[in-house]
């Protein structure tokens, strides 16, 4: 099937215009990378500056050692045990938190995507536009993905300026990112994006309100939240090899859901219910 690519270039900037003029949707796509990805990890690297090894809980440091992959505990070689704190807190034990952010983002673009015409009453003209439903569809899901990837990168690059900076007087070095980092930036991450985008657009087209879609969307969050928890808890260390080979069932899971979406999406259905 041929798709209107001027169409779907103008109706996901239309959507972009409307998130950057409602606070609702943009204030928490700044708040929640600030906290995930310059706060947390400038309070975890400054910690050793503050509070004496002698005074700190290495015990389980040591234990967690044990049970590390053999890439972290290369990079672990020859440090004490302040800089093995700043290393493993900024480069592993929150990790999963950058995945937070496409995902998150993401979400609250997309659940804007439908109810936030139904909202702003411009739903029945959208919808009566000479645009097919496939094209409609991927414009909503192009609005939310591409920023989503662009905002993500953008934390990653403020978390990396702002962790060197405040772990450079214990490291002496540049020392974020390590190479798993890269798979989670290019691959990992924009996928789950793309996972929760096939989810969340269809959800938004069938919620009533911004904050129901929001609310529903979040529940796909709660992946990450349990691989954090086993990350920071020593269960689980997540190595390249595992971003890598993680990918690839979020890729197909994603591009399934954006698959099953544009062929279920009718906006006739919609029309019912403006």
């Known amino acids: 099937m041929n ?50 090894s002698d005074d700190m809980d290495m015990d389980e440091l040591v234990t967690m050692m044990a049970t590390m992959p053999g890439e972290l505990r290369s990079a672990l070689e020859g440090l004490s045990d302040a800089q093995a704190w700043v290393m493993i807190s900024s480069n592993y034990m929150f990790a999963p938190l950058f995945l937070i952010v496409p995902l998150m983002v993401s979400s609250i673009i997309a659940a804007d995507g439908f109810v936030g015409e139904r909202e702003r009453r411009t739903m029945e003209a959208l919808l009566y536009s000479p645009v ?105 260390f997540i190595s390249s090899a595992v971003v890598w080979i993680l990918g690839i069932p979020v890729w197909l899971l994603g591009l399934w859901l954006v698959w099953i979406g544009s062929h279920s999406f009718k906006r006739d259905e919609l029309i019912g219910r403006v």
């Not at 972009?16 to 708040?31: A, D, E, F, S, Y």
């Not at 919620?207 to 709660?222: C, I, P, R, Y």
Request: no cysteine.
């Open 3 to 52: 798709h209107n690519a001027r169409a779907i270039r103008a109706i996901a900037l239309k959507d972009l215009g409307q998130v950057l003029r409602n606070k609702t949707v943009w204030l928490p796509m700044i708040l929640l990378p600030l906290i995930l990805q310059v706060i947390m990890p400038a309070v975890m690297t400054m910690l050793p500056t503050y509070i004496p």
């Open 132 to 236: 097919s439903d496939q094209d409609l569809f991927l414009a909503k899901l192009l609005a939310a993905w591409a920023p989503a990837v662009v905002i993500s990168w953008g934390a990653f690059l403020v978390n990396a300026l702002v962790v060197n900076l405040t772990g450079y007087r214990i490291m002496g070095r540049v020392f974020f990112p390590q190479p798993m980092w890269w798979g989670m930036l290019l691959w990992l991450g924009p996928g789950l994006s793309l996972t929760s985008l096939g989810a969340t657009v269809l959800i938004s087209a069938k919620a009533k309100t911004f904050m129901q879609a929001q609310q529903m969307s979040g529940m796909l969050v709660l992946p990450v939240v349990l691989l954090m928890i086993g990350q920071v808890s020593g269960l689980l």
